[in-house]
T-cell receptor
Framework: NAGVTQTPKFRILKIGQSMTLQCTQD?????MYWYRQDPGMGLKLIYY???????DKGEVPNGYNVSRSTTEDFPLRLELAAPSQTSVYFC???????????????FGSGTRLTVV | TQLLEQSPQFLSIQEGENLTVYCNSS?????LQWYRQEPGEGPVLLVT?????EVKKLKRLTFQFGDARKDSSLHITAAQPGDTGLYLC???????????FGPGTSLSVIP
């Protein structure tokens, strides 16, 4: 059971370049999320999806795009990379939530992106 | 503005000591979660608390949700080097809200 898989693990981009961060999960989870983590700032939500074909903006969506064509995959696209996008990016997933049970997010191991 | 505050930001202790870290908010949450994140890895869920005053234990870790559901604490007894990591609290105001994360407490346990 792989859980949430993210690729690549590390990447260096030049300013203005584009790239796609890949995320796939094998738990048949409906919900998927993209976060960025900066030192001392916690995790900030970029985009999320409640199911295939449905996506919505989070707290910090500018400069990013997403798509959700299948339940398993939720790629994050960076267009025209900027130094402010240097960060660690995490993809997460969760099942339909019930507050009476121990629900939580399953995270991937992250992609460390540097824009120079 | 951080809706979830965590303290302390950094903590370095000797193996065998006890410690408590805190997660506070001015808002009421329907649930709070605690995660531990090791260097180079994603956060891993430790526990979810949903009832005001609830206490949950996970081996040497004790989690408490405040009576007013605005705060939570994590107490570690006899800390071990394997407890080293970033401890994140996260909360949702309702069952259908997105979870928000605090900035974390970075714990270092020295052998």
């Amino acid at each position: 059971n792989a859980g949430v898989t993210q690729t690549p693990k590390f990447r260096i981009l030049k300013i203005g370049q584009s790239m796609t961060l890949q995320c796939t999960q094998d738990m048949n989870h409906n919900y998927m999320y993209w976060y960025r983590q900066d030192p001392g700032m916690g995790l900030k939500l970029i985009y999320y999806s409640v199911g295939a074909g449905i996506t919505d903006k989070g707290e910090v969506p500018n400069g990013y795009n997403v798509s959700r064509s299948t339940t398993e995959d939720f790629p994050l696209r960076l267009e025209l990379a900027a130094p402010s996008q240097t960060s660690v990016y995490f993809c997460a997933s969760s099942s339909l939530r019930d507050r009476r049970t121990n629900y939580g997010y399953t995270f991937g191991s992250g992609t460390r992106l540097t824009v120079v | 503005t951080q809706l979830l505050e965590q303290s302390p930001q950094f903590l370095s202790i000797q193996e065998g000591e006890n410690l408590t870290v805190y997660c506070n908010s001015s808002s009421v949450f329907s649930s709070l979660q605690w995660y531990r994140q090791e260097p180079g890895e994603g956060p891993v869920l430790l526990v979810t608390v949903v009832t005001g005053g609830e206490v949950k234990k996970l081996k040497r870790l004790t989690f408490q949700f405040g009576d007013a559901r605005k705060d939570s604490s994590l107490h570690i007894t006899a800390a071990q080097p394997g407890d080293t990591g970033l401890y994140l609290c996260a909360g949702a105001k309702t069952s259908y809200d997105k979870v928000i994360f605090g900035p974390g407490t970075s714990l270092s346990v020295i052998p």
